[in-house]
């Protein structure tokens, strides 16, 4: 008796990469334009302290969509 026979591994991580190869895309995304609209205006201290709360944005605006049905747009194309 094989209990696994309807468990595909391999086929299931398909639905969870883009989404997580999108993360970091957004969050460097959210980093650049940081860096561009206010990195020669604040002071280098000032700067480096609200980089990382701007990352955070990043993350939160990914994880939005992501609850509001973007896991299942990613499912239906693959």
Known sequence: MD?????SIV???WF???PLILLP???????????ILLGSILPKK???FLLG???LLGFIIWAIPMNM?????FRAIL
């Open 69 to 73: 049905g973007f896991y299942e747009f």
């Open 3 to 7: 209990i696994f026979t309807d468990i």
């Open 46 to 48: 000032v700067y480096n």
């Open 11 to 13: 086929g299931s991580l």
């Open 53 to 55: 709360p701007i990352a």
């Open 16 to 18: 969870f990469i883009p």
């Open 25 to 35: 895309v957004v969050m460097i995304g959210c980093a650049m334009i940081y860096k």
